[in-house]
């Protein structure tokens, strides 16, 4: 059974730091894109951060050059990398594994970040 698995979520405090690790048992992994999204309430999903096979990263212009998405192959692991958070980073984080031209669309449950003093 395919599984991911986020950790890593929690309150912080504005322009505090966190890191979401997201562990994948996929087969294959180092041949999905894996990314992050994330849902506030009362608001849709929305993509914050993807890193294709071959580890070209790509962001939300929200977050650019405040978070950084890496991946490790060998422990089937992706990391978001969130510095200067804002209240506006508030939401749930969703990580997703794609592998493309397939129908391998994989999902985690979620873990909450939120940004409040």
């Known amino acids: 059974q395919v599984q991911l698995v986020e950790s890593g979520g929690g309150l912080v405090q504005p322009g505090g730091s966190l890191r979401l690790s997201c562990a994948a048992s996929?087969?294959?992994?180092?041949?999905?894109?894996m990314a992050w999204y994330r849902q506030a309430p009362g608001k849709q999903r929305e993509l914050v951060a993807a890193?294709?096979?071959?580890?070209?990263?790509n962001y939300a212009d929200s977050v650019k050059g405040r978070f950084t998405i890496s991946r490790d192959n060998a422990k089937k692991t992706v990391y978001l990398q969130m510095n200067s958070l804002k209240p506006e980073d508030t939401a749930v984080y969703y990580c997703?594994?794609?592998?493309?031209?397939?129908?391998?669309?994989?999902w985690g449950q979620g873990t909450q970040v939120t940004v409040s003093l």
């Open positions: 996929l087969s294959m992994f180092s041949f999905y894109t």
């Open positions: 997703n594994g794609l592998r493309i031209g397939t129908a391998y669309d994989f």
């Open positions: 890193i294709g096979s071959a580890g070209s990263p």
